[in-house]
Antibody, heavy 124, light 108 residues
Framework: QVQLVESGGGVVQPGRSLRLSCAASGFTFSLYSMHWVRQAPGKGLEWVAIISYDGSSKYYGDSVKGRFTVSRDNSKNTLYLQMNSLRAEDTAVYYC?????????????????WGQGTLVTVSS | EIVMTQSPATLSVSPGERATFSCRASQSVSSNLAWYQQKPGQAPRLLIYGASTRATGIPARFSGSGSGTEFTLTISSLQSEDFGVYYCQQYNSWPPITFGQGTRLEIK
């Protein structure tokens, strides 16, 4: 069965860095683009980033562009999110999410599998 | 950026009754619209994609309709386990992928 397990969250001071990981299993990870979506406490869902199946294409939401970097290691079935220059407004649960469909899912991304999320708290 | 607007903010419905959620896009998204249900402490769950196609394992009481800029999610006969927050998401024009702000469903 498909599983996505995030890790790496925690409490970090403003301006510092953190790297999140998402370990994937139960499907051919290297065929799928992957996404990060976040949710601030008590708030709605915000899309963060996408990486294509081979890592050649990456896109970001405006609020994280230039500070966050998405990457993947297909040999380890793992997705990453490097978060630099963290701000209080980056405090959120971060989910990795898989789009439905390998090829079509890149162009029409809606998410049939989500991880359980990892909480990032940016506070001094 | 396409802005997704959901209404109402909160819906209170009795078991067995119909619940109707609305989602409006700031410009056409064709039928590239998904609906999710999220319960407290859980990740979102895909209900509907392509505006009207139920995801795997979703009960038939959930249905979606609409195209262009106006969309509706309907729960035909509300069950107690249907509480939660419901989000719409457009994937027609990205980046960015955008979500509505959510509608909270309360069971009367």
């Amino acid at each position: 069965q498909v599983q996505l397990v995030e890790s790496g969250g925690g409490v970090v001071q403003p301006g510092r860095s953190l790297r999140l990981s998402c370990a994937a299993s139960g499907f051919t990870f290297s065929l799928y683009s992957m996404h990060w979506v976040r949710q601030a406490p008590g708030k709605g869902l915000e899309w963060v980033a996408i990486i294509s199946y081979d890592g050649s294409s990456k896109y970001y939401g405006d609020s994280v562009k230039g500070r966050f970097t998405v990457s993947r290691d297909n040999s380890k079935n793992t997705l990453y999110l490097q978060m630099n220059s963290l701000r209080a407004e980056d405090t959120a649960v971060y989910y990795c999410a898989r789009p439905e469909g390998a090829n079509r899912g890149y162009y029409y991304p809606h998410f049939d599998y989500w991880g359980q999320g990892t909480l990032v708290t940016v506070s001094s | 950026e396409i802005v997704m607007t959901q209404s109402p903010a909160t819906l209170s419905v009795s078991p067995g009754e119909r619940a109707t959620f609305s989602c409006r896009a700031s410009q056409s998204v064709s039928s590239n619209l998904a609906w999710y249900q999220q319960k407290p402490g859980q990740a979102p769950r895909l209900l509907i994609y392509g505006a009207s196609t139920r995801a795997t394992g979703i009960p038939a009481r959930f249905s979606g309709s609409g195209s262009g800029t106006e969309f509706t999610l309907t729960i035909s006969s509300l069950q107690s386990e249907d509480f939660g927050v419901y989000y719409c998401q457009q994937y027609n024009s990205w980046p960015p992928i955008t979500f509505g702000q959510g509608t909270r469903l309360e069971i009367k």
